[in-house]
């Protein structure tokens, strides 16, 4: 049994729905056995993190990744539809230096995307994709965060689509925040459990049905690091991950709500939800070094 104490608050956390996850479950494509577990999510009552319970060994996902197939490093995604531009504003409109380290930086698409005005530096565990990246003018200085050892400072550090797959994001800012430069920023995005599409769906919201992810954040969360670590919030804004067309909006949006709605009266006990990614689910913040 996991721990059900919220890895940030210390404080014990409170059940807040079941997690049922994709059927089969499956990680960059990787079938990973669960066996007949019961995932049970919890809130924490101070920071409004939430956890899924148990959580699953790093070991059996990391497994995953090595088994999954390389082909999609090749693929540079459309910078329009990942809302690079989104992220590159927010950056420029916090950011006092040059040097920029992605964390879990994959291709290095992100960095590539940002150009040659800055110093870009990536961490990424996977040794096709960092190729990739160096290929991209990207200099990977380590494989995972806890591998690093470098004695650079950098004025920007970005975790785009990194924190959901933590078990303990506190450890993490902390170690992020040591790497800081005096007024240096934090940019994370990851999934809003605040937002109205989650909260319509509970613990059974899509985000949560894929078996990588652990944790989800709310704007408390945020707060919380922030204060915990000596960083202000310097911007918060709710995002979708990815930019779709209306039409795709509309549709998963009447699919999703009637789909809570047969949650509510009872229906699709053990289904994991349809997909809603075009909403607005996921938050970009800023953290600053005070
Ligand atoms: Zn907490």
Known sequence: MSSTVCPICKVETQFCGRVVHNSPPEVAGVEIDLGDTQFTMRRCPQCRLQVKVPCIPERDLIECYEKASGDHWEETPDPHKRRFDD????????????????????????????????????????????????ERGVE??????????????????????VLEHLHDPDSFIERTRSMLNPNGIFVGLTGDAGSPSWKWHGARYWYCSLPEHQVFFERGTVDQLAQRHNMDVVHYERSS??????????????????WGLGMRMGLHKNQSSPGWLPAKDHMLFVLKAQ
């Open 241 to 258: 991950h990815a930019r779709y067309k209306l039409t795709r909006g509309v549709r998963d949006a009447v699919r999703g709500l009637i």
């Open 140 to 161: 990977i200085i380590a494989p995972m965060l806890d591998d690093c050892t470098t004695e650079k400072r950098f004025d920007v550090i970005l975790a785009i689509d």
């Open 87 to 134: 992220i590159e504003r927010v950056i420029n409109s916090h950011a006092e230096g040059p040097m920029v380290l992605d964390i879990g930086c994959s291709n290095g698409a992100l960095l590539g995307y940002m150009g040659q005005s800055w110093e870009r530096f990536g961490i990424e565990p996977g040794e096709e994709a960092a190729r990739h990246a160096q």
